[in-house]
């Protein structure tokens, strides 16, 4: 395990987040991960921190059990880095929707090599530097734009290895990974939320499709993340769900 630098625990040339499996042993649990033997019917959720991996993962619960409700579960349950141990994800029924972090080259190898399916998740950097920066603030951590911007967003302590180099390692064409854009998902989420369906291979109707955008909506969510979710801390994973527009199409 390499040294702590800063607050953080660092491994393979990029900082991670101080969860617990991490700081025990980085190097067992990566490796783990990425020997983690898949099923066939296993999906995988991939994105970096603050890009709306809750949001989406939420969506896909409903789309598997073709259902409008919420869970009392949350993603954190198969977490890959952050579950205390992950004899407690090869116990989880199938369908499994498991999620991390980790950039591309420590994601499970039975899954990469078998192409079974994966969601990839993309936000704007500049919305995500944002969010993490006010995410931080949960974890005691106290700082101004300015020392934030030098050290995490042209620095070198954004977790992961950094949203540009995580980035690259997902620049694949690949057919058995879908991209989902925030952007996207918020402007258009009864579209967005049917191609994620068709990619899943599951049949639903317009009306559980229009019932799971208006119940997984970011107000919605925010509210059910505090009065339904049973199995993890209220720390503020929602904040505002909005996003710069950078541009508007011509109609």
Known sequence: MEENRTRGVFFDGMKLPEMKPLKENVEGRLHAIKNLEGRPHDVLIAAF???????????????????????????????????????????????????????????????????????????NPKDMFVSFFHFQKNFGVEHDWNTFFNNSVIGQDMPYGGWLEYEKGFNRDDENIHVIYYEDLKLKAVEEIRLLANFLEVKCTDT???????????????????????????????RKGKFIVLYQKNV
């Open 49 to 123: 921190p603050r890009s709306g991996t809750h949001w989406v993962w939420e969506i896909t619960v409903m789309l598997l059990k073709q259902q409008d409700e919420y869970t009392e579960k949350t993603k954190e349950t198969a977490f890959l880095e952050f579950v205390d141990n992950l004899i407690e994800v090869e116990k989880m029924p199938s369908p499994r929707i498991l999620n991390t972090h980790l950039p591309f080259r420590w994601l499970p190898s039975s899954h990469i090599e078998s192409k079974r399916k994966m969601i990839h998740v993309i936000r």
């Open 208 to 238: 559980l499709i229009e019932n799971i955008a208006q119940k997984c909506g970011f107000d919605n969510l925010k509210k059910a993340h505090y009065t339904v979710k049973k199995t993890e801390s209220k720390v503020g994973h929602y």
